[in-house]
């Protein structure tokens, strides 16, 4: 469950960004995950509600960016999709691929008033 | 509890004592720096990162923009809602602790390992074996994470190395700060070996940096050979392999090869050992490898030490020529 911890780490930039701009209160939160990232969305959106009550982020809504996997082939040298971190080659069908995107965890932006 | 990091609001525990109590450390700031001054809690204990105080320096992020809202416009008194930009890394804030860890780590010549695996794998039994191996030699000491219980921290300190037990209570890894905090504790000497013993878990602390040199993972052969598939995230972070157990080899259906040639489609710059914590098959290569990542740890600190004495110098050279 170390999404509970991600969504702790969202809350604390949310909150910081919060307080400097003075919000009243936060309604959107936009985060980019990657999918060959470590995190599961749909348990990182179930812990961000948890986390989030009673706090200025209460009641907001969470949008996850997904950002899709690309790495580059060591067999054929040629970038392609991928699906998952030990996928193989779309081309050449060769292992292993280097993951040069598709890794982040980050919070993009809020929406505040 | 620290009102400024919040740390200590959960149930983790550093050698059985709560961890809420009043203390000094580094606070990340919100560009996800870690100046590393201290804040006084009134605490008693000092933190060993000693860096220059830097003040805060908010990004661009922290411009105030009344015209960015939806509107495009901002009447005085009257809400409006509006998007801030962030950016940043949801690993920030233990990314930051994690530097200023290595950077301590590196700055007194230490190595400091991370060893990761499933529960059961022998983690213990093998740091057990690896510091009569190398006790001789080298000052070692040893920080054992556990959700409860100090028992692995006990059969540590049996070999005469000073532990520290850290239980995460519901906690599922470790992270960059509950490690500085060990550090204050245990003082781990310069150029000496510091062993971090992670929570048995092959998923979660793949993505929390503590600072160390490496991750060391451990699979022994009573496992799957496809568990380097199964948990990718974790085999691809490591950046050393021990395939633990393999005196059960003959007794076994395991395909050694086929676990090997699993974990380098994950991660083909994985340094892999067989293994015994057993009956000690394989170890000497492992210390092997230990004793040269300790000489390069040696290295980096000179390097250090002599960059500072040239600029020293260079700087009396100067005085004396005014």
């Given at each position: 469950m170390h999404e509970m911890a991600l969504a702790e780490g969202v809350l604390q930039l949310v909150e910081e960004t919060a307080m400097r701009e003075n919000a009243?209160?936060?309604k959107l939160v936009v985060l980019e995950i990657g999918r060959?990232?470590?995190?599961?969305p749909e348990a990182l959106r179930f812990c961000f509600a948890a986390v989030v009550a009673?706090?200025?982020?209460?009641?907001a809504a969470l949008e996850i960016v997904d950002v899709p996997g690309v790495g580059w082939c060591m067999s054929c040298g040629e970038p392609g999709a991928m699906d998952e971190v030990f996928g193989a080659c779309?081309?050449?069908?060769?292992?292993?691929l280097q993951p040069t995107g598709g890794t982040e965890m980050r919070v993009r932006e809020i929406e505040i008033e | 509890m620290c009102t400024v990091c919040g740390c200590g609001a959960g149930e983790t525990k550093v050698a059985g004592e709560a961890r809420d109590e009043a203390h000094e450390h580094v606070h990340v700031h919100d560009d996800g720096t870690a100046p590393g001054h201290a804040h006084e809690h009134g605490g008693a204990h000092a933190h060993p990162h000693g860096h220059e105080h830097r003040h805060h320096e908010h990004g661009v992020a922290g411009d105030l923009d009344y015209g960015a809202g939806p509107a495009g416009v901002h009447a005085p008194g009257m809400s409006q809602a509006r998007m801030v930009r962030?950016?940043?890394?949801?690993?920030a804030r233990n990314n930051a602790y994690a530097a200023a860890n290595r950077r301590w780590f590196d700055e007194r010549g230490i190595l400091a390992l991370n060893l990761v695996s499933s529960?059961?794998?022998?983690k213990t039994a093998l740091l057990v074996r690896t510091i009569e191996s190398l006790k001789g030699k080298v000052a070692i000491s040893v920080v054992e994470g556990d959700q409860q219980t100090s028992n692995d921290a006990e059969r540590i300190r049996a070999t005469g190395v000073a532990a520290l037990q850290i239980n995460t209570g519901k906690g599922c890894h470790l992270d960059g700060h509950m490690i500085a905090h060990a550090l204050e504790r245990l003082k781990p000497a310069d150029e000496s070996l510091f062993l971090i013993e992670n929570v048995?878990?092959?998923?979660?602390?793949?993505?929390?940096?503590?600072?160390?040199q490496h991750k060391v993972a451990i699979l022994s052969?009573?496992?799957?050979?496809d568990k380097p598939l199964k948990y990718p995230d974790m085999f691809r972070a490591a950046g050393v392999l021990l395939l633990n157990k393999c005196d059960l080899l003959p007794y076994l259906e395991f395909d050694a090869d086929l676990a090997e040639a699993n974990a380098r489609r994950v991660n083909p710059k994985l340094t892999i050992f067989r293994v015994s914590a057993?009956?000690?098959?394989?170890?000497a290569a492992w210390v092997s490898w230990l004793e040269a990542g300790l000489a390069a740890q040696r290295g980096k600190r000179a390097e250090t030490v002599d960059g500072l004495r040239r600029r020293v110098a260079e700087l009396e050279r100067q005085l004396a020529a005014r």
């Open positions: 009243q209160r936060v060959l990232s470590s995190v599961e009673g706090t200025i982020a209460d009641g779309p081309r050449c069908g060769g292992y292993p | 962030i950016e940043q890394d949801i690993l529960p059961g794998s022998g048995g878990n092959l998923v979660c602390p793949a993505a929390f940096d503590l600072g160390e052969v009573t496992e799957g050979e057993t009956s000690g098959d394989g170890l």
